[in-house]
C-alpha cells in the first residue's frame, strides 16, 4: 500500500499569499495518478486537480499542480478568502487507493 | 448534472451490519463510462477507500475491509448500496459514495453530501 504524506499539517497564511501544500508518497506513484481535494467544514470533498496536474471543472487557475514519481505539489497563487479549507491528495495508481492525512490551510 | 444522494440508517448496533444506499440522478448507475464507490471518513480524520463497483457487479475492494464489505448495484433503480458487516466503534464515520471515470481506481467527482454513522449500542 502506498502511503502518501502530507506537509505542512498546518498552514498560517494571510488573503493574496502563495501557498504551497506537499504530497509525499512512500513509493512512485505510475503515471502520476495523482489528485488533490479541497474539503470545507460539513461538506464532502471536492476535486481540485487529478492527473497530479490537470484541473477539473470549474477550478479556478490559481489552483495549480505539479510533479511525478513520489513527490507532488498543490499550490494556491494567491489566496482567496473561500480557499481556506482542509486539502487532501489521494494516489489512484494502485490498489488500495489511498489519501494522504490532509493539510489545514487557516487564516493568519 | 450528475448529483448522489446516500441513504441509512445513522446509528447502528454494534457486531450488526451497516447498510446504506446511493441514489444516482442525472445519470445512470449503467454508464460504461464510470464506475461507482464508497470512501469513508471518521470524525477528525482523514478519507479511506472502500471499494468500487461497475455496473456488470464487478467489484474491488480495499483489503483491510474485504472480508466484510460487499458492495451492490440495482441498474433498473438507479443506485448502488454498501453492506459492511460486524461493525464495530471503529467503523463511525461519515460515508461518502462518489463517481469514478473509466477505471475502478481513479479519481473522485462528484461525491454524495454523506452520511454520519455512529456505531453504539
Known amino acids: 500500500e502506498i502511503v502518501l504524506t502530507q506537509s505542512p499539517g498546518t498552514l498560517s497564511l494571510s488573503p493574496g499569499e502563495r501557498a504551497t501544500l506537499s504530497c509525499r508518497a512512500s513509493q512512485s506513484v505510475s503515471s502520476s495518478y495523482l489528485a488533490w481535494y479541497q474539503q470545507k467544514p460539513g461538506q464532502a470533498p471536492r476535486l481540485l486537480i487529478y492527473g497530479a496536474s490537470t484541473r477539473a471543472t470549474g477550478i479556478p487557475d490559481r489552483f495549480s499542480g505539479s510533479g511525478s514519481g513520489t513527490d507532488f505539489t498543490l499550490t494556491i497563487s494567491r489566496l482567496e478568502p473561500e480557499d481556506f479549507a482542509v486539502y487532501y491528495c489521494?494516489?489512484?495508481?494502485?490498489?488500495?487507493?489511498?489519501f494522504g492525512q490532509g493539510t489545514k490551510l487557516e487564516i493568519k | 448534472q450528475v448529483q448522489l444522494q446516500e441513504s441509512g440508517p445513522g446509528l447502528v448496533k454494534p457486531s450488526e451490519t451497516l447498510s446504506l444506499t446511493c441514489t444516482v440522478s442525472?445519470?445512470?448507475?449503467?454508464?460504461?463510462?464510470?464506475?461507482w464507490g464508497w470512501i469513508r471518513q471518521p470524525p477528525g480524520k482523514g478519507l479511506e477507500w472502500i471499494g468500487t463497483i461497475y455496473y456488470s457487479g464487478s467489484t474491488y475492494y480495499n483489503p483491510s475491509l474485504k472480508s466484510r464489505v460487499t458492495i451492490s448495484v440495482d441498474t433498473f433503480k438507479n443506485l448502488f448500496s454498501l453492506n459492511l458487516s460486524s461493525v464495530t466503534a471503529a467503523d463511525t464515520a461519515v460515508y461518502y459514495c462518489?463517481?469514478?471515470?473509466?477505471?475502478?481506481?481513479?479519481?473522485?467527482?462528484?461525491w454524495g453530501q454523506g452520511t454520519l454513522v455512529t456505531v453504539s449500542s
Open positions: 462518489a463517481r469514478l471515470p473509466f477505471r475502478p481506481y481513479n479519481w473522485f467527482d462528484p
Open positions: 489521494q494516489q489512484y495508481g494502485s490498489s488500495p487507493q489511498t
Open positions: 442525472g445519470g445512470s448507475v449503467s454508464s460504461s463510462t464510470y464506475y
